[in-house]
């Protein structure tokens, strides 16, 4: 008997919990797939990010994006499969050519790069490690190094993880804390893009 009350209440905790967890909040036209690299995942999250902070650039790590959806309809309960953790948007103040050595340590060797928005990447894997990148443009213009750009990451990039160390050493009056989890900024952009027609747009090429 007391085992059953206590299922019986911690049953009564996560329905509360998961109120609304699977209440249609969009409708995606395309699969929303993963991928090392562009994907139509990636780029829903990434333009997410910038939406929500107001960036003028975006990234995210692979592995942080969990799940991929199909198309049709979608609920909470699909936005916390794809992003189960906790993390919140936050955004540095770089110079460009910065980011720039940034994405270049994340293509260095065999690395696959990053998840982004705002922007495009080119690279070549024949070129030497630190040079590999082509083209990299943002909102459709080169990127300047010693302009000053709003780039949005998560708290968990931005404490150096991932291979992101240089992150780490930013001072704190370069980075707004914004206090939005990423997850709620993508299901803010589902809700206010719906029907979703996200497809590869080129934003990140390998030569």
């Not at 040079?131 to 990299?136: G, L, M, S, T, V």
């Not at 990127?143 to 780490?168: C, F, H, M, P, W």
């Amino acid at each position: 008997m007391y085992k059953r009350q206590i299922y019986t209440s911690i049953k009564e905790v996560q329905n509360e919990v998961e109120k609304g967890y699977d209440e249609v909040i969009g409708i995606s036209e395309y699969a929303l797939t993963r991928g090392q690299g562009e994907s139509p995942m990636n780029n829903l999250i990434c333009d997410a990010m910038i939406d929500a902070s107001g960036a003028d650039f975006s990234f995210t790590n692979f592995g942080g994006v969990r799940s991929d959806l199909k198309a049709g309809p979608i609920t909470p309960r699909d936005v916390f499969k794809v992003l189960p953790f906790g993390n919140a948007l936050v955004v540095f103040h770089l110079k460009g050519d910065f980011l720039k050595d940034l994405i270049e340590g994340k293509i260095a060797g065999n690395r696959s790069g990053l998840a982004i928005g705002g922007g495009q990447i080119i690279y070549d894997r024949a070129r030497d490690d630190g040079d590999k990148i082509e083209i990299f443009n943002i909102a459709g213009e080169p990127i300047q190094k010693d302009k000053i750009y709003r780039v949005a990451t998560t708290d968990y990039l931005a404490e150096g993880n991932s291979g992101l160390s240089q992150l780490a050493e930013i001072p704190e009056t370069e980075i707004d804390q914004t206090g939005i989890l990423l997850r709620d900024a993508v299901t803010q952009y589902i809700q206010k893009m719906s029907p979703l027609k996200i497809k590869i747009d080129g934003r990140w090429q390998k030569q």
